[in-house]
């Protein structure tokens, strides 16, 4: 095989791609841990973005969480609807292969890859920061190493610590992984809703915030407010994490449009209820500083529940964080075994744990390369390693939801026979090759929201316009290599029978009755393309 013409490929010569559902991922997660495998991604991500965009955008930071939010839904929408279509792990990348062929689903897999590893390093660095609220002199041990200077050693030594051991939880299966999730998600939705609670009722002060947002008004610096919409971000990736796992839920088609559309909602209303009190009982300038536990902090300030209050959210912060890390470390094994199934990296990865049924390998390398990452980052100081983190973090999620998008509205026009359980509101009914499609208005709208966020991201995020595109370039040369070196092509599509795989995932997923609409509709296109074909017949 090696030395194939590009041209030559055909669906018959192409290597076999293993059925979607096949090679031994179990069907262990339910509704709840459907949802909780999103909001361990999702929910977290206040805790570690709050003193980030507070410090970047000052008075501004609701209207950058609020823009940012706005894109999120989008975003969450199109989500819902592609898992729901396509239940197989992968996400966006395997939205991306469907949509748009091999090289842009290769492209938005490794930008999601770098999205998962930073996922890892990020919320790992962040939890460890909240177990450091107890004991802030550990925080403060620095040493000088050659040229890097004030290298936080102890807080670094932490968060790797924690990456390991969620190596070894996730290699024993997503059932006792998935567990973690669904029990401290549960205890961390009671426990935000009761401080914004106790927040709104005792310390808020809308005079406060008004007096910031007028004086933000007074000093806006547009560069630093894009900076600071594009870290907002941060605050709702993690989507993705259901789709990864939507090849373990039982009754995706079912599961997937709920428990997305609840999280969507859920996070949006927290993540504008966290600014939005933050600002009405404390100076923005007084997060400078605790961006490693700013919620910590802020509960603290909250009266007759503070003394108590603080202590209780830097324990639950850690601990949602470790969940948020857990999830970063399922998605980017996930996301390696689905790229190894359909040719992109060497099907070394594709390989499952013989007892476990879980893919060990792609956990290890790829949770081993968020490790490099915490190590890294805290190189350039213990103030830099979160910012520099959250930078490179933005870069991968936009680039990939960009991609996401655009294979939406190609699907919708190339594929109109799968059965979609859910579809994204607005849309308006055009005529394409003799037969009916829903064009997708919103999912315009998202392509745009989320190429601006980009476009901020490029502008703004000097470490993330070099180290993102840095790393999709390398990941090309590694695709490049290792598709020459099995004779396949490097920027063609393999053919595929997506119909026989869409068929396979709706009988493994037991959407039975999805199934046969598809099989009807499938066959009358047939009779359609026949007397078409045929017309005197």
């Known amino acids: 095989m090696k030395g ?42 206040i805790y570690a973005a709050l003193g980030l965009v507070i410090a970047a955008t000052q008075g501004g930071a609701v209207a950058a969480f609020a823009l940012a939010g706005i894109v999120y839904i989008m975003i969450g929408l199109a989500y819902t609807e592609l898992a729901a279509a396509y239940p197989v792990a992968g996400g966006g990348q395997y939205f991306a292969l469907r949509g748009l ?35 802030p002199s550990l925080q403060r041990i620095t040493v000088n190493l050659g040229p890097f200077h004030e290298v936080a050693i102890v807080w670094c030594l932490e968060a790797v610590l924690i990456v390991i051991f969620l190596i070894w939880l996730n290699i024993r299966g997503m059932r006792e992984s998935s567990l973690v999730n669904e029990i401290l998600g549960a205890v961390d939705i009671i426990s935000e809703s009761s401080i914004i609670i106790f927040g709104f009722l005792f310390a808020w002060n809308p005079e406060l915030l008004a007096g910031q947002w007028q004086w933000q008004l007074q000093h806006w610096d547009w560069k630093q ?13 993690g989507l993705e994490s259901i789709s990864q796992a939507a090849q373990e839920t039982r009754r995706p088609a079912t599961i997937v449009p709920r428990t997305s559309l609840a999280l969507i909602f859920t996070v949006f209303i927290f993540a504008i209820s966290f600014s939005t009190l933050s600002l009405g009982i404390l100076p923005w300038n007084a997060f400078v500083g605790h961006e490693g536990d700013p919620v910590a902090m802020l509960v603290s300030k909250i009266p ?46 594709d390989v499952v744990h013989p007892k476990y049924h879980t893919p060990a390998r792609a ?29 490179m973090y933005a870069f991968g999620a936009t680039l990939g939801y960009t991609l996401v998008f655009i294979s939406l509205i190609h699907l919708r026009f190339t594929d109109p026979y799968s059965p979609r359980p859910y579809k994204m509101p607005l849309n308006i009914g055009v005529r394409y090759r003799g037969r009916k499609v829903n064009f997708p208005v919103l999912g315009v709208i998202g392509t745009g929201g989320v190429l601006f966020v980009l476009t901020e991201v490029v502008i703004t995020h000097t470490i993330g316009r ?4 840095t790393w999709v370039v390398l990941c090309f040369l590694y695709y490049a290599w290792y598709r020459r070196k099995v004779g396949l092509p490097v920027f063609r599509t393999i053919k595929r029978d997506w119909e026989a795989e869409q068929k396979a995932v709706l009988q493994s997923a037991e959407e039975f009755e ?11 296109r047939d009779k359609l393309l026949k007397k078409q074909a045929h017309p005197g017949v």
């Open 304 to 349: 007759y529940v503070g003394i108590v209050a603080g202590p209780f959210v830097a324990i639950l912060g850690a601990t949602i964080l470790l969940i948020s890390t857990n999830s970063g470390v399922m998605s980017a094994s996930r996301l390696t075994f689905s790229m190894s199934q359909f040719h992109f990296i060497s099907p070394w990865f």
């Open 514 to 524: 999805l199934l046969e609409h598809y099989r009807l509709a499938l066959a009358e």
């Open 466 to 469: 070099i180290a993102g595109p």
């Open 101 to 135: 062929g091999d090289f842009w689903g290769f492209v938005a897999g490794s930008a999601l890859l770098l999205d998962y590893t930073i996922d890892i390093a990020l919320f790992a660095v962040a939890s460890a920061g909240y177990v450091n609220f107890f004991f």
């Open 4 to 45: 194939q013409k590009k041209e030559d490929w055909s669906a018959a010569e192409a290597p076999a791609t293993p059925v979607p559902g096949s090679a031994g991922l179990r069907r262990d997660v339910t509704v709840w841990g459907s949802f909780m495998w999103g909001y361990a991604d999702v929910g977290a991500d």
């Open 225 to 237: 407010f894009m900076y600071g919409s594009s870290l907002a971000i941060i605050s709702f990736v």
């Open 363 to 391: 956990i290890a390398i790829f949770s081993g390369i968020g490790i490099v990452q915490i190590i890294l980052a805290f190189l350039f100081g213990q103030n830099a390693a979160m910012e520099i983190l959250g930078n």
